[in-house]
């Protein structure tokens, strides 16, 4: 299939509005925002940009739900029921759902494809558990009668996602959000909303009750206004750690409440009795992932320095064989990077790693033919020091920096000075050393000799990373408050 073919297979209905208290409304102004393909840089849809007064309209929209609508005063099993007619929905728009990601984002489509059927598996797994949560504990308090803890929605939420995952990102915010009776403010971002207005669409062909979900896109400044409206009892970001730390500094004023999903610079602890083949091939693989567009990519790779220059041959070789290319073609390894400031960071960080000496040792270019696009070869750097830029910032792409370590004990402390603590690896087949390491590392997540990670159980980062945790059990309780209520005599 083509770019164009699968442009033509996205079928949204109302671009030009807002889907706001259960109806598709035109925005405050005229004001638009461009979606360009990464492949052609051409622009490829036109959507609708909510400014200051769509989002007090969808809060109030949000609110008028929670307080007074039936949504907050339904049993969980029951809500339940809505996010399998939700998750069904999704899965009924699986085709568009994976060309959307595709053409905003410029993903491999063999990729893509299969979004939706992730989407609508979160759906089920957190309507599952409506039968196991404890959404009511009962206590015997030490000066008698009876009590409980019950956990009750937290209240109006404003959901705000970023360019590079936003179909999987989103669900894990609405899913727990909407098991716990919250209602929901889904801002999307400005490079990537056709995903958001699929989800209204889904929304509004099932019957959710209105406001319960309001689903705009906008830029920073409307954003900012939507996160100080006093409407919104809690905020759940996705994105960089500099705009985590803004709006935390935001919601500390009236202390509402956050989760923050954040930026990362996530170490691979490579040992001794991985061979250099098998640690090269699995961390490529990971690298390729979304061009390397995720902010849990292992994109620091520690090593005994005896093998350092192994390790560099390695990864060259491997790097000389991937095909950066259209995401169409069954035989690309990488499509380009979502957009032409994107393409510009990393350009700027490859220079910069060159600057402070760091050896280029594959890659750092433009792909061979490849003039039009935002596409940048797979790039590797040697002889990196841990306090290089490049090493201590988060490039967002396809950039690994290759770390000599004097002994494993100097690995994780190379792996732990970092501001940020998202995700990790340890590349070994002793499962006890894996463990015993991953207990050191600070980090949210360590994987044994892959990238991985596991929204089932939970996703979330240590230091600048991130607060609170996304997925499973874990992702559902900062969408409730804890309540203690002490009665007389238990309930009769």
């Known amino acids: 299939m083509s770019v164009a073919e699968g442009i033509k297979t996205i079928q949204v209905k ?5 889907f706001i208290g259960g109806e598709w409304v035109a925005p405050s102004t005229a004001g638009k925002i461009e979606v360009v393909s990464p492949m052609t840089e051409e622009v490829v849809f036109t959507v609708a940009e909510a400014r200051e007064a769509d989002m007090d309209r969808a809060v109030a929209a949000a609110r008028k739900a929670f307080d007074f609508g039936p949504w907050s005063r339904m049993t ?3 809500r339940a029921g809505w996010l399998l007619r939700f998750g069904d929905g999704i899965k009924a728009r699986a085709d568009e759902l994976g060309h959307s990601w595709t053409n905003q984002m410029g993903v491999l489509y063999k990729m893509a494809q299969y979004t939706a059927l992730g989407g609508a598996g979160t759906m089920a797994k957190y309507a599952a558990l409506a039968d196991t949560f404890v959404f009511e504990e009962p206590h015997t308090p030490s ?18 996602v970023p360019w590079n995952a936003p179909l999987s990102l989103a669900i894990n915010k609405l899913a727990p959000a909407l098991l716990a009776g919250c209602t929901v403010i889904l801002k999307s971002s400005p490079e990537t909303p056709l995903e958001g207005y699929i989800l209204a669409e889904v929304a509004e062909s099932i019957g959710l009750p209105p406001g319960v979900l309001n689903v705009v896109t906008a830029h920073r400044p409307a954003s900012e206004h939507l996160i100080r409206n006093p409407g919104v009892d809690k905020v759940s970001f996705t ?5 985590g730390k803004r709006i935390a500094s935001i919601l500390g004023e009236r202390m509402a409440r956050y989760t923050m999903e954040l930026g990362g ?16 091939q699995s961390l490529t693989g990971g690298l390729c992932v ?11 790779v520690i090593v005994p320095r005896r093998r350092h220059d192994e390790f560099v041959d390695g990864f060259a070789t491997v790097f000389k064989g991937l095909k950066p290319g259209d995401p169409y073609d069954p035989a690309s390894h990488l499509g380009p990077l979502a957009m032409g400031r994107q393409l510009e960071r990393v350009e700027g960080y490859i220079a910069k790693g060159k600057e402070e000496g760091a050896t280029l040792a594959a890659g750092g270019g433009r792909p061979a033919g490849l003039n039009r696009g935002y596409y940048i070869e797979p790039t590797l750097f040697a002889n990196v020091d841990n306090s290089m830029t490049i090493a201590q910032e988060e490039i967002f792409g396809p950039v690994i920096s290759l770390i000599p370590a004097e002994s494993e004990e100097d690995a994780i402390r190379i792996a732990n000075d970092s501001v940020y603590g998202l995700n990790g690896a340890v590349m070994t087949h002793d499962n006890r050393r894996a463990y015993e390491i991953a207990r050191q590392m600070r980090t949210g997540t360590v994987a044994q000799n892959r990238f991985r990670i596991n929204f089932d ?12 945790r996304e997925g499973g059990r874990e992702g559902l309780l900062p969408y409730l408050e804890a309540k203690t ?8």
């Open 76 to 78: 969980p099993k029951e």
């Open 239 to 243: 994105g960089s750690s500099a705009a």
């Open 265 to 280: 610079k996530s170490a691979a602890v490579v040992l001794d009795d991985v061979g250099v083949e098998e640690a090269v």
């Open 457 to 468: 159980i939970a996703f979330g980062g240590f230091k600048q990373s991130g607060l609170g």
């Open 290 to 300: 979304m061009s390397g567009q995720v902010c849990a990519a292992l994109t620091r």
């Open 485 to 492: 209520i002490l009665l007389d005599g238990p309930l009769a």
């Open 14 to 18: 109302h671009p030009d509005m807002l």
């Open 143 to 160: 000066d008698g009668g009876a009590g409980l803890l019950v956990r009750e929605p937290v209240g109006v939420v404003a959901a705000i």
